[in-house]
Every structure is written in structure tokens, then in C-alpha cells.
């Protein structure tokens, strides 16, 4: 049964930081990452969706990397601003199904 | 519209009442979700419709009935709920097959409170 640790669950920062974000998964046969956001009370806004044969996937300031022999996923945030702070979740699919596993995310504030 | 909608935003209901959760997705996906999110827990998959037939029940109460008429509409029906069921209850969607990236697009949720 696949696994999906994200850490660390809380983070305070200052504007302009760079941050990342840690996914883990137990079960390297994944067909695809995904990273969502989530601002409170709304709904998960997709981010970056990375395929199982690619590496890494890049959408302006945010780049998510994927390491499958060692099952994790880095979501790299540059020039952190305030309007980045929400909750960042990512998702796994595992080969075979088309049901993503999800991780408990890591809530982001981002202070001027 | 465009992309995952969910009516009604926000619902009050007494345990008593019965309610329905709908969502739609303009996307001309093939699977649909139903997703439970509570204070401080993780999000949990409720149900899964593939091609109209649900594939996925993750042991949910029978006050919760489901209902996908076509690949495009979902419902949740609702019964004689408990407080505990209160949260928010987000609809995603995705198209599945092997040439498709599966990538899941989230409707805004519907807050719903039972008292």
C-alpha cells in the first residue's frame, strides 16, 4: 500500500526566501506526481504534474523535481511572496491505478 | 463554465434533512471523485466513477449515496447525517487510460455543516 509523507507539515517564512518542500512515497512503482495548493476553505488548485519517466517539471517560480529510486519529490518555491501561503499537497499515482494517494501537505505562511 | 463546479458552496442541514452535493465538469473527463476533507486530517477518496460505474466505495457510511448519471455529472446524496460529517466535500476529476496523464482537477468544494 503506497505511503506519501510530506514534510515539513508547517512552515513560517519571510518574503523572498527560497523554500522547498518534501514529498516522500514508499512504493517507487508510481506513474505520476502531483503537487496541488490549497488555499483555506477552497478547493486544490493543480500545480505541477510530473510523469514517472521525467524528472523534474518547471511553472515560473515553482519547480518539482522527482527521484523515484529513492521516492521523493522536491517542490522548490523561488522568491517566496505572501500570496504563496496556503497548503501545498502532492499526490502519487501508482502504476496500475488511477487512484492518487495524498499526503497530509505542508502548510506554508510567507510574512512581508 | 469551465473546468470542475460545485453547488451548492456552502450547507446547513439538520441531521434530519436530506440534501444533495452536485458537481459537473466541463473537461470531457471519463472519472470522477468525491473526496472528504475534515479539520486537521488528511483528504480521503469517498467514491470513484469511471465511465459512469463506480469503481471505488472506501467503506462510506450508507447516509451517503452517490449518483453519477453521466460522465459529466456527479451527485452525493445526503441523509440523516451526524455532526461528525461536517466538512468539506470537494469533486475532482481526471481522464484515465493509458495515453492520458491522469492529472486530477478539483472543483472549489462545498462546505457543509451538520448541526
Known amino acids: 500500500k503506497q505511503e506519501v509523507t510530506q514534510i515539513p507539515a508547517a512552515l513560517s517564512v519571510p518574503e523572498g526566501e527560497n523554500l522547498v518542500l518534501n514529498c516522500s512515497f514508499t512504493?517507487?512503482?508510481?506513474?505520476?506526481l502531483q503537487w496541488f495548493r490549497q488555499d483555506p476553505g477552497k478547493g486544490l488548485t493543480s500545480l505541477l504534474l510530473?510523469?514517472?519517466?521525467?524528472r523534474e517539471q518547471t511553472s515560473g517560480r515553482l519547480n518539482a523535481s522527482l527521484d523515484k529510486s529513492s521516492g521523493r519529490s522536491t517542490l522548490y518555491i523561488a522568491a517566496s511572496q505572501p500570496g504563496d501561503s496556503a497548503t501545498y499537497l502532492c499526490a502519487v499515482k501508482t502504476g496500475g491505478s488511477y487512484i492518487p494517494t495524498f499526503g497530509r501537505g505542508t502548510s506554508l505562511i510567507v510574512h512581508p | 463554465e469551465t473546468g470542475v463546479t460545485q453547488t451548492p458552496r456552502h450547507l446547513v442541514m439538520g441531521m434530519t434533512n436530506k440534501k444533495s452535493l452536485k458537481c459537473e465538469q466541463h473537461l470531457g473527463h471519463n472519472a470522477m471523485y468525491w473526496y472528504k476533507q475534515s479539520a486537521k486530517k488528511p483528504l480521503e477518496l469517498m467514491f470513484v466513477y469511471n465511465f459512469k460505474e463506480q469503481t471505488e466505495n472506501n467503506s462510506v457510511p450508507s447516509r451517503f449515496s452517490p449518483e453519477c448519471p453521466n460522465s459529466s455529472h456527479l451527485f452525493l446524496h445526503l441523509h440523516t447525517l451526524q455532526p461528525e460529517d461536517s466538512a468539506l466535500y470537494l469533486c475532482?476529476?481526471?481522464?484515465?487510460?493509458?495515453?492520458?496523464?491522469?492529472?486530477?482537477?478539483f472543483g472549489p468544494g462545498t462546505r457543509l455543516t451538520v448541526l
Open positions: 512504493d517507487s512503482a508510481i506513474y505520476n
Open positions: 510530473i510523469q514517472s519517466s521525467q
Open positions: 475532482a476529476s481526471s481522464q484515465t487510460g493509458t495515453n492520458s496523464y491522469n492529472e486530477q482537477f
